[in-house]
């Protein structure tokens, strides 16, 4: 199956109000390469302004409480991002794993607020070096599988992300061929456990994804994208990676 690519800029806890220019020049950059899908997913206080400038634009959030409201003291709750137009969220990055303490059974309720909420998901899973160190990394990631990701969903809604965390910020990344296994070992985990559907799920590639290694990093096998960090905070670094998807169709 031609899965579409899907390139999806996480801004963090980067962006202040004059950032949205820069948001709208990715946009508009990204339209001269349609065969790709392209999110930005900004700070919490950015969205409804992103969206707002951005009419039809993939704008999401970088996470997103388990429940629909109550009493959870600076969380956001996923309706409220559909409410203020975000289409998109981001759930279980390390940086949320790691800081925040999240594990598998949370990111999933996580990814389940936010399908419920009607947005598309890109969940996110990832070994530490020690274990990329002593070959474990494969196991390591399947188990994030099997305990984060929801049992019913629309395929076309739901991505993974594969960021190894050694090399989110780093400069690091795995080689082309590590790469291919752990999203090939990914696939292989989705079809046994969902079958026909996971062929069209997107499984994208995190880690320190630039305009430089984009090419090669989105031609591995299995690859469908990328969720892109530091490199998607100008359109000048951004845009050639979106330019490298689009080359490849
Ligand atoms: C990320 O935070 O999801 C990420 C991949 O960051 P970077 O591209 O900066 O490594």
Known sequence: MARRKYVVGNWKMNGLSDAIGEAQTIFSAADGHGTVDVAICPPFTLIGTMAAAAPGKAVGGQDCHSAVSGAFTGSVAAPMLADIGASVVIVGHSERREGFGENDAEV??????????????????????????????????????????????????????????????????????????????????????????????????????????????????????????????????????????????
């Not at 995190?206 to 690859?223: F, T």
Request: with cysteine; charged share 20%; net charge negative.
């Open 108 to 249: 999933r309720a996580k990814a389940e607020a936010g399908l419920s909420a009607g947005l598309s998901v890109i969940l996110c899973v990832g070994e530490p070096r020690e274990v990329r160190e002593s070959g474990g990394a494969i196991d390591y990631v399947l188990t994030q599988i099997a305990g984060s990701v929801p049992d019913a969903f629309d395929p076309q809604r739901l991505a993974i992300a594969y960021e190894p965390i050694w090399a989110i910020g780093t400069g690091l990344v795995p080689t082309v061929a590590d790469v291919a296994a752990m999203h090939g070992a990914i696939r292989g985990a989705l079809a046994a456990r969902f079958g026909d559907a996971a062929e069209a799920m997107r499984i994208l590639y995190g880690g320190s994804v630039n305009g430089d290694n984009a090419a090669e990093l989105l031609d591995a096998g299995d690859v469908d994208g990328a969720l892109v960090g530091g490199a998607s905070l100008t359109a000048a670094k951004f845009v050639p990676i979106v330019a490298a998807a689009a080359a490849l169709g």
